[in-house]
């Protein structure tokens, strides 16, 4: 179970990483954008503390 919920956060990541990207070259909106960087941001902090409690429950 955890050894595949830490590649599901950082593929998330990774994701909303492209997402807005792709917007970005598109010339899409500002507003989507800002979006998409703030749940890129929030989902970054969650694969981290997705990544932590892995190694805390693997070493314990």
């Known amino acids: ?17 492209l997402l807005g990207l792709v917007n970005m070259l598109r010339g899409g909106s500002a507003n989507t954008s800002q979006r ?6 929030i989902l970054q902090f969650i694969a981290i503390l997705v990544i932590l409690g892995v190694v805390w429950w693997r070493s314990g």
């Not at 179970?1 to 990483?17: D, F, K, N, W, Y």
């Not at 998409?36 to 941001?41: A, E, I, P, Q, Y």
Request: proline residues 4%; without cysteine.
């Open 1 to 17: 179970m955890s050894a595949a919920i830490v590649p599901v956060a950082v593929g998330a990541v990774a994701i909303v990483l």
């Open 36 to 41: 998409l960087m703030r749940l890129r941001v």
